[in-house]
């Protein structure tokens, strides 16, 4: 069994920073492929960001520039940070991590940015 589990949501300031935590556990190791999703309200879940065990990383083009996101596969834990924040990013944020066709979500982390 895997656990993902997020924290660092909230509400924030348009052009505000946050940063989001994941912290992996149970059956899983450092060659899952992990990441963040979103899902703001009546949208589909999309891609924000990932990070593969090599240290590859790719971006949703509506947060190149802004969002970072890196990991600690010594204690399996994956951080996004981000920077000006728009209220088109308010959506709660999910923690994903995958290798091959085993796949793990979190619960979710609301970030709300206002105007």
């Known amino acids: 069994q895997v656990q993902l589990v997020e924290s660092g949501g909230g509400l924030v300031q348009s052009g505000g920073s946050l940063r989001l935590s994941c912290i992996a556990s149970?059956?899983?190791?450092?060659?899952?492929?992990m990441g963040w999703f979103r899902q703001a309200p009546g949208t589909q879940r999309e891609l924000v960001a990932t990070?593969?065990?090599?240290?590859?990383?790719h971006y949703a083009d509506s947060v190149k520039g802004r969002f970072t996101i890196s990991r600690d596969n010594v204690n399996l834990t994956v951080y996004l940070r981000m920077n000006s924040l728009k209220p088109e990013d308010t959506a709660v944020y999910y923690c994903?991590?995958?290798?091959?066709?085993?796949?793990?979500w979190g619960k979710g982390t609301l970030v709300t940015v206002s105007s």
């Open positions: 994903n991590a995958r290798l091959y066709d085993m796949e793990y």
């Open positions: 149970g059956n899983i190791n450092s060659s899952y492929g």
């Open positions: 990070a593969s065990p090599g240290g590859s990383r």
